[in-house]
């Protein structure tokens, strides 16, 4: 037995058969490696227990360490769709990549080492800190806002080091590959998405060189001797990805012409299914319109269609999470349109696997939870003492305050935007407030010390309004000077 496993949806275990076993856990390794320990032969250097079955205090020298990293993705408008920019000397020395994706504006990433985790929280002052870098690549008229951040995560870079190699060896970013020599199990970590085929090769290679037991025997009849064959070798250089068969640069004009799919939509069918979106299409109801004839959107303004659903429910996919962070990348792209589609998604499942109305209620609460661990136009409650104003919000928030247009800010237009915040101040709490703003006690406040005021960390009854009721979500503050009518505020 190679693998003992849980199926985590129906609670059943079963077992792999294999000769031999690579962990391939990315920054969860040394997880697997735990339960390679506890498995361990007892009396195994690795085992934890001597051959009397008494604990012997092994304790499991790391393999990765891991680093998150977070993006944030912004509206398509902020960058040319085929040209992005690499910042490699931000504010803090650290790189960050602006570069067109799927429609939309990619931004990463930050660098923090910790543990990892399996769901995407993205911290909120990291979201800041790549909001603030982003506005020096732009034109000064274009306002970048919180709100416009449509899906944030996180991810985690596993920095990997050989635990059997010797003493003072470096952790890198590029693949580590180790044989524990006790149990015979190979990890491979490290490396990154653009190198995967690589190190599968790598891996691979390593493991048939080192057993003898995949070389074969050839009986020469004619010498009346046998010769061993050589040991083979990982085909990836020679394999073409699934739904390479049958691809060609003409494939969404015909996917077009047959099926009356709109053009961005077979483009989209093509470059993710390749030669087999013939199988995809063929899932495809009619809309109901003269045009698009086939291919109903799960979202407007993004090219996933029901189709997929069912197409991934017939190559198991088993939730709703997978659906969208997986065989689409719509909750990677939009929070927001990814929680919207939920429920159908949830039907279509629902028909083509036969889920109850419990097991359907389930995913979806499940599916919510998940999303929630995005990042997007609002930032979490938790996360509001961190929220740093940019400075396009804080040119909003200054000039909703500044009644008069002077360009500062005095006293009574504090005291008044306090009140309309629902949190009014007495003269002495006024005072002190105004007090703490004016750097410079020339008695009135510019920009850039209500900047450095709010931006400070110590918390006041005013500065929390601000943070609760501002646009955080990214809406326009609503004033009688802005709408003529009302004098609410909205946030």
């Not at 079955?53 to 790391?62: P, V």
């Not at 394999?239 to 003409?250: A, I, R, V, Y």
Request: charged letters at 30%.
């Amino acid at each position: 037995v190679g693998v003992k496993a849980l199926d985590r949806i129906s609670g059943k275990d079963f077992e792999v058969y294999a000769k031999k076993v690579i962990f391939a856990g990315g920054p969860f390794t040394d997880g697997l490696r735990e339960l390679e320990l506890t498995a361990a032969p007892t009396g195994s250097s690795i085992s934890g227990k001597d051959d009397n079955n008494n604990n012997n205090n092994t304790e499991l020298q790391k393999a990765v360490h891991g680093a998150s990293g977070s993006h944030i993705v912004l509206p398509g408008y902020y960058a040319p769709n085929h040209m992005g920019l690499l910042d490699y000397n931000t504010s803090d020395g650290r790189f960050l990549f602006f570069l067109p994706w799927q429609g939309s504006v990619i931004v990463g990433t930050t660098d923090k080492k910790c543990e990892a985790e399996t769901l995407p929280y993205p911290p909120e002052d990291e979201i800041q800190w790549m909001l603030k870098e982003c506005e020096k690549y732009l034109s000064h008229n274009l306002k970048v806002r919180r709100s416009d951040v449509l899906s944030a995560w996180r991810g985690w870079r596993p920095l990997a080091a050989d635990p059997n190699a010797p003493p003072g060896g470096q952790v890198s970013r590029d693949h580590v590959i180790s044989t524990n020599p006790d149990t015979g199990v190979t990890f491979i970590a490290g490396g990154k998405w653009t190198t995967w085929r690589e190190m599968a090769q790598d891996v691979l290679d390593k493991v048939l060189s080192e057993n003898n037991e995949y070389a074969t025997e050839d009986h020469d009849n004619s010498k009346g001797k046998s010769k061993s064959s050589p040991i083979p070798k990982c085909n990836t250089l020679h394999l073409s990805l699934h739904g390479g068969k049958g691809w060609s640069e003409s494939l969404p004009v015909q996917v077009i012409q047959k099926y009356g799919i709109e053009q961005t939509v077979a483009e989209h069918l093509v470059r993710t299914y390749g030669g087999r979106v013939w199988e995809v299409v063929e899932l495809c109801r009619p809309t109901g319109k003269r045009w698009p004839r086939h291919g109903i959107l799960l979202s407007q303004h993004f090219p996933y269609i029901e189709a997929e659903v069912r197409f991934a429910c017939r190559e198991y996919a088993c939730t709703i999470e997978d659906i969208l962070s997986r065989r689409t990348r719509l909750a990677f792209l939009n929070r927001d349109a990814a929680e919207e589609v939920i429920p159908r998604v949830a039907d279509i499942m629902a028909e083509e696997l036969g889920w109850s109305r419990k097991t359907k209620a389930e995913q979806i609460r499940a599916a919510r939870e998940y999303l929630a661990s995005y990042g997007g136009r609002i930032p979490h409650e938790d996360d509001l003492e961190v929220r740093l104003l940019t400075h396009e919000d804080a040119m909003d928030v200054f000039r909703d305050i500044d009644t008069d247009g002077s360009g500062f800010l005095d006293q009574q237009e504090i005291k008044d935007m306090a009140t309309r915040l629902g949190r009014p101040l007495s003269e002495e709490q006024l005072k002190s407030l105004f007090d703490t703003m004016d750097k410079d006690r020339n008695g009135r406040i510019d920009v850039e010390e209500f900047i450095d005021w709010y931006n400070d960390g110590a918390e006041t009854i005013f500065k929390g309004g601000l943070q609760r009721k501002m646009t955080v979500g990214g809406e326009k503050w609503l004033t009688t000077r802005k709408k003529g009518g009302g004098g609410s505020f909205l946030g």
